[in-house]
């Protein structure tokens, strides 16, 4: 093979490696069969296809499974950063990068609600989606109900499996409800859990309320306090003030209602 050639299947070594098929591999057939130019170049442009159609539908089905909206999609690309201020808004600009998933720093969005918070994590689960990472959204109160289920059926072990295998965990709403001591428990588990995992990962809250005041809704505070040392020992939280984004497409349409005017009484007519 000529050096273009040989570049060209150098090029194409991780499609190749998609489907188990090493470069060396590739190299004997094309030397096997006296492959021309034009044959190894369409070769390469079919194993280009079918990667990228492969990396399309393990996106289409992370996105399919990680409960995030879907018909419509929270992205980085449909959030107004023209409405956030701030010296560091370069670091909210740059999450899209996922450079804090890859450094194993969890994320915390504080502030009122309307504000952005849930778009801005839901973003960040779509991008790791799109880069072929698993992400998962829950709600705090999903969270409880199904760790409350988990324990009444015994079945512990096999949620925090499926709680801790995600690349990134989307917890919204914290602060909304409460969580008896043996729930609190099992969070400190799910938390260290992650804590230990290899692999790129982190977590994700949303919130109203100051991580300083997360304890008042837990009913443990040792395992409370072990889960929040782990949660931000490195963490980068955003806490967004100002007022709701909501109501910007409100219509207001001013109307006024007068009494009804009075009924004509129907004519009679006279007879002859």
């Keep these: 093979m000529n050096n273009t050639l040989l570049d060209t299947v150098a090029a194409c070594s991780k499609d190749l490696m998609k489907f188990g098929f090493s470069v060396e591999e590739f190299a004997t057939l094309v030397q096997e069969n006296n492959m021309t130019d034009a044959e190894v170049l369409a070769v390469a442009k079919v194993f280009e296809h079918l990667k990228a159609k492969k990396d399309s539908s393990t996106v289409d089905f992370l996105l399919r499974t990680s409960r995030l909206p879907l018909k419509v999609p929270k992205t980085f690309d449909n959030f107004d950063f023209s409405r956030i201020t701030g010296k560091n808004i370069d670091k909210l600009r740059n999450l899209s990068t996922l450079s804090a998933l890859y450094a194993h720093k ?42 409350t289920d988990a324990r009444r ?10 709680l801790v ?108």
Excluded at 121 to 132: N, P, V, Y
């Design 106 to 147: 969890n994320l915390a969005f504080i502030g009122k609600p309307g504000t952005g918070k849930t778009h801005l994590a839901q973003a960040f689960g779509r991008a790791c989606c799109e880069h072929g990472m698993k992400a998962y959204f829950i709600k705090m109160t999903e969270l409880r109900d199904r760790m």
């Design 165 to 272: 295998r995600p690349s990134c965990l989307i917890i919204d709403e914290v602060g909304h409800c409460e969580f008896d001591k043996e729930s609190t428990r099992l969070f400190f588990d799910m938390v260290d859990r992650r804590y230990q995992k290899d692999g790129y990962y982190n977590m994700v809250f949303t919130s109203n309320r100051d991580p300083a005041q997360w304890q008042e809704n837990f009913c443990e505070n040792d395992s409370l306090l072990c889960a929040l040392d782990r949660i931000f020992d490195d963490a980068i939280v955003f806490s967004i003030k100002g007022e709701s984004f909501r109501g910007r497409r409100l219509e207001t349409v001013s109307l006024r209602s007068s009494a009804a005017s009075p009924t004509a009484a129907p004519s009679q007519k006279s007879g002859i």
């Design 153 to 162: 059926a015994g079945r512990e072990s096999t949620l925090l499996a499926a």
